[in-house]
């Protein structure tokens, strides 16, 4: 299992309506809207993650989340639920705007009965075996790639720029992604990922979303790895946004209490 | 067996009662550890059944952990590793009863964890919530931001659980020139007011470093061996040694320390260290009384955590130094001992290999703990691994004849 993160946020792609929708964008200005939409100051979900091999066996993962913008640091915390031998176990994350600062992270183990600060270099690794890797699940900036805009088309649907990204950083663990973004509600519906090598590796697909107090949410997303012949389905419940989650639910004290 | 039948009864009886609201976690486990030199006996044959039940109620909340090892040829036995109540204040946490107290930040070494004691019925070799016992106390927690306070009274001091004689595990007696008597009449701490235990930490957790400063009046939770020799004077000339009495005893320790994590880059690096005042070693000195001296010691220790090709490495290096040091005393003056963890997870994390090792410079002797571990399906795991013992002296040494594999499957719910 692996611990560090900063996961979830299945928002990653949401944004906020535009009224200049239909103005003429570059393909950094569409990534720009996908990144900067309103999340909202706090939210509270399940996350149930469910991990399918070649053979079509499931292991089902459950974490109780929390996240509360701060305004220069955003925190989360995650409690595991499932499976057995992982209950109790809970992470915490710390993400600053300052980006020179890297992350804060820190697992509590109930075996263990304490709270290690972990390192937050690990962005390749894979969360808790499933098809995303930690990067994946945070909010890449858009900075950090360049965009170009290859084509508009129709998926599900839905008129899209198709936008391809490119790292700046030559040893980045991906050459390549493809993203297919909604035109007007700005969301990644669909993402293509190539390896290091330039070989087709996985899919994000967006397989609902909703609007929940005006925020738009991703509620259930698929992650399908081709080379592995592994998916992991993604899907939040009991969304809630702006509760007033208290500043003290992000403490080792907290960590170490549980959902209690 | 009748009493662990009925008391299990009555546990399930209730928990059947109240399962809408308890929380039932556990799990059963078979473990079952071959040894590799003599006639390859079965180290342990163990079946651990263990239960945590627990539930919460707005402000208050409790947990009992009942566990029971049933062994092959030893019959069961029946534990509480837990069992306490918890009160939630807006700022003050108390938690009343048997628990586990667990601080610093050191890794599988015990230099300000020294509140919960320690159960070495099977050495280190036990996973680390085995090793260390509850203790019945009451512990209060306040917080400030993302610092806090903690007090710990422990009003009835608990010694160190060594193996039973007989065990492969039981520690190695000095060697003394005659077969000594051991009489356990001074070991017991009596349970007085005035024999309690206190301990006391400052913490914080912040975006920079991670820290404690801790202070503590304890009991050595390890007994010193006074040694009383009994000489016949009837030849003033030449008296002979006639017998030799081993008083085990534990004293009083005055422990002030703290450790650090933080991180650098891709590592985490950590430390801890504490001061322990009043600590008896043996000793070689004619002129010691009861052949033990009183002298201070430091303990500390260096750590990193670093990530190299999703292999999860970790190493520490551990020092203890006896103050004021003389050549009687039979410890070294510095004591200088590592550890080492390599861990990598395979099969979408179904499948983990882990390597961890302790070396003690002094005596060239080591653990080595290779091991797999593979989840044939959601809570269901098969683990192999092995216990390796080199050296022949030390506290890893003195086991040399101990290497074993051994497998552990565990169903977790």
């Not at chain 2, 007696?173 to 309690?196: A, C, G, R």
């Not at chain 2, 320790?253 to 600590?279: C, M």
Request: glycine letters at 6%.
């Amino acid at each position: 299992m692996k611990y560090k993160v900063s996961i979830f946020l299945l928002i990653l792609m949401a944004f906020a309506l535009n009224a200049f929708a239909q103005e003429k964008l570059s393909g950094l200005q569409v990534m720009e809207k996908v990144y900067n939409r309103d999340t909202g100051n706090d939210m509270e979900a399940n996350l149930t993650m469910t991990l399918i091999n070649s053979s079509g066996d499931r292991r089902v993962r459950e974490i109780k989340q929390f996240l509360r913008d701060f305004g220069k640091v955003e925190k989360r915390i995650m409690f595991f639920i499932k499976p057995a031998d992982v209950r109790n176990t809970s992470f915490m994350n710390w993400s600053y705007d300052d980006p020179n600062k890297d992350d804060d992270q820190w697992i509590y183990l109930p075996a263990l009965k304490k709270v290690k600060r972990i390192s937050s270099d690990s962005k390749g690794d894979y969360f808790m075996g499933s098809d995303f890797t930690y990067d994946d699940l945070g909010d890449r900036k858009p900075g950090d790639d360049t965009h170009k805009i290859l084509r508009e088309e129709k998926l599900s649907g839905e008129d899209c720029y198709v936008i391809e990204s490119i790292p700046r950083d030559e040893d980045y663990m991906y050459s390549k992604t493809v993203t297919w973004v909604i035109k007007g509600k700005w969301i990644g519906l669909k993402k293509e990922f190539y390896d290091e090598d330039g070989d087709y590796l996985k899919t994000l697909h967006i397989e609902e979303y909703q609007n929940i107090k005006g925020f738009w949410i991703l509620t259930r997303v698929k992650m399908d790895n081709v080379q592995k012949k592994h998916q992991t389905i993604m899907e939040l419940t009991n969304v809630k946004i702006n509760v007033g989650i208290p500043a003290n639910k992000f403490t080792e004290r907290m960590m170490k209490r549980g959902l209690k | 067996m009748k009493n662990i039948t009925s008391f299990m009864v009555i546990l399930l009886t209730v928990a059947g009662l109240q399962a809408q609201e308890l929380s039932l976690t556990g799990y059963a486990r078979n473990y079952t550890g071959v040894l590799l030199q003599g006639d390859h006996e079965f180290s342990i044959i163990q079946n651990t059944f263990n239960l945590n039940v627990e539930q919460s109620k707005d402000k208050v909340a409790f947990k009992v952990n009942p566990y029971i090892y049933q062994y092959s040829n030893q019959g069961l036995e029946l534990g509480l590793r837990e069992a306490y109540l918890d009160v939630y204040f807006n700022s003050i946490d108390l938690r009343i009863g048997k628990q586990q107290i667990i601080w610093g930040k050191a890794d599988g070494v015990f230099i300000t964890d020294i509140v919960s004691p320690k159960d070495l019925s099977e050495f280190l070799l036990r996973d680390f919530d085995e090793i260390r016992m509850g203790i019945t106390s009451l512990k209060a927690d306040y917080y400030i931001g993302d610092n806090t306070f903690e007090l710990v009274w422990i009003p009835t001091f608990t010694p160190t659980k060594f193996a039973p004689e007989g065990s492969i595990w039981r520690p190695a007696m000095p060697s003394f020139p005659l077969q000594p008597v051991i009489d356990h009449s001074k070991e017991t701490v009596k349970s007085s007011l005035e024999n309690s235990e206190a301990f006391a930490k400052f913490s914080a957790l912040t975006e920079y470093v991670d820290f404690e400063i801790m202070a503590g009046y304890a009991w050595d939770d390890d007994p010193t061996m006074h040694v009383v020799k009994h000489m016949d004077f009837s030849n003033p000339r030449q008296p002979v040694l006639t017998g030799i009495t081993v008083f085990p005893e534990h004293h009083r320790l005055t422990i002030g320390g703290g450790s650090f994590s933080t991180t650098v880059g891709p590592f985490v690096l950590r430390g801890e260290g504490a001061y322990y005042q009043g600590k008896y070693f043996n000793s070689t000195d004619p002129m010691a009384k009861e052949s033990v001296v009183k002298k201070d010691y430091m303990h500390y220790l260096l750590g990193l955590d670093y990530t190299l090709a999703d292999w999860h490495l970790s190493g520490q290096f551990i020092q203890q130094a006896i103050l004021d040091y003389n050549e009687s005393i039979d410890k070294d003056r510095y004591s200088n001992m590592a550890t080492f963890l390599a861990t990598k997870d395979y099969l979408n994390e179904t499948l983990n290999l882990s390597f961890f090792m302790y070396y003690d410079f002094n005596n060239k002797a080591s653990l080595v703990r290779p091991k797999i571990t593979y989840d044939l399906a959601d809570d269901f795991e098969v683990l192999l691994g092995a216990n390796i013992f080199t050296g022949t002296s030390g506290m890893f040494g003195q086991f040399n004849d101990n290497d074993m594999v051994y497998t552990q499957i565990r169903y977790s719910f």
